[in-house]
Every structure is written in C-alpha cells, then in structure tokens.
C-alpha cells in the first residue's frame, strides 16, 4: 500500500488487515512516510467488512490472498504467519468476491499469488471479470514463475493476455535492473 501510495501521489488508499499488530505496525508506517492524509488502514474481516468500507467505492484494489489452501498446508511456526499464508475462513473465491464487490464498474483488481495456483485464481475470476492480464514473476532466468500478478477489470469482457512478466534476480543472487528499478526507483510494471 505504501508503495503504491510513492508511486501514484495523488492517490487514496485504505487497508483491510484482520490481525491487530499489523495494523498498529501498518499505521506506524503510515505516519512515518508522512502519508497520514492519504493512507489509512483498519482491522477487519472480509467475510465481515467494517461498515464504512462501501461496495463499489474504490478504483482498484490490490490483494494479496493467503497462498496455501487450508486442506493442503503445513503449520507455520512463526507468530502470525499462518493467518497470513493460509487461508482461514475466508477462501480465494471469497477474496475475488469481495475484491471486485468493493470496486466500482469497470475498475481493476490486482491479486499477487503462487503460479501454481493460477487454475484456481482464473477459475474464480471467470465470468466475473474481463480483461484479465497474467503477469509472471520469474526468480530469473530460465526458471519458472513462482509468483504471479493477475489483474482483471470489472464488467469488462475483454480477452486474457499473457504479459512478458518480469525478472526478478540475476544468476549472482543480485536484482535485476528491472526489479531493482521497480523497488528503489518507483517504476511502473507494464501489464
């Protein structure tokens, strides 16, 4: 969200987490990059939104749902891990539900996730959104996507397109300039 609010400066974001401590750490982070005036976040749950948060409100939104259904996960031993990575009450379909509920018409929605889970992901965008645009995330090069950036319009019914993606690292271990200019520089990606 912070980053997205250094790249597009005349934007207006609000954040959803349900876990308390990120949301104070989130709030901290907001006030140190001095954004207070147009960032906020909130606790709550999708499944249960917080009543301010009203359907169709929003231009875009970004999620990042837990990656690992919960019938096939291993517990995480880190504090807070396991309701971020698995998915709890809330399912996939239910984050593209509500993701595309609280956008406007013909807004976007941007999922990050595992490559490969992309069946499920599409599997619930369709026929509920268009336009649909999959943007790999490739650890380097040669080597497959493990991460993905799916993003899709609403009541759009546009044909999918595979983007060229982007590199994430060289074979030293070291960014790649693409990457390395999307982190410290604030470049855009191209989907």
Do not use: Y
């Amino acid at each position: 969200m912070l980053c997205l609010a250094a790249r597009v400066p005349h934007s207006r974001l609000v954040g959803l987490e349900m876990q308390r401590d990120l949301v104070r750490v989130a709030g901290d982070n907001i006030i140190l990059n001095g954004l207070e005036a147009r960032a906020s976040v909130m606790i709550g749950d999708l499944l249960h939104p917080p009543p301010r948060l009203s359907p169709g409100a929003f231009d875009h939104v970004m999620a990042n749902p837990p990656f690992h259904p919960r019938r096939h996960a291993e517990p995480v031993a880190v504090s807070g891990k396991p309701a971020a990575t698995i998915e709890g009450d809330a399912d996939l379909g239910d984050w593209v539900r509500f993701s595309l509920a609280m956008v406007r018409s013909k807004g976007t929605v941007t999922f990050i996730h595992r490559a490969d889970r992309i069946d499920a992901l599409l599997g619930q965008i369709a026929g509920r959104a268009g336009e649909v645009v999959v943007f790999p995330l490739w650890p380097g090069e040669g080597k497959a996507a493990s991460r993905i950036l799916v993003r899709a319009r609403k009541q759009d019914a546009a044909p999918a397109r595979l983007a060229a993606g982007l590199v994430l690292h060289e074979a030293d271990g070291r960014l790649s300039a693409d990457a390395d200019g999307v982190l410290r520089e604030g470049r855009g990606l191209d989907l």
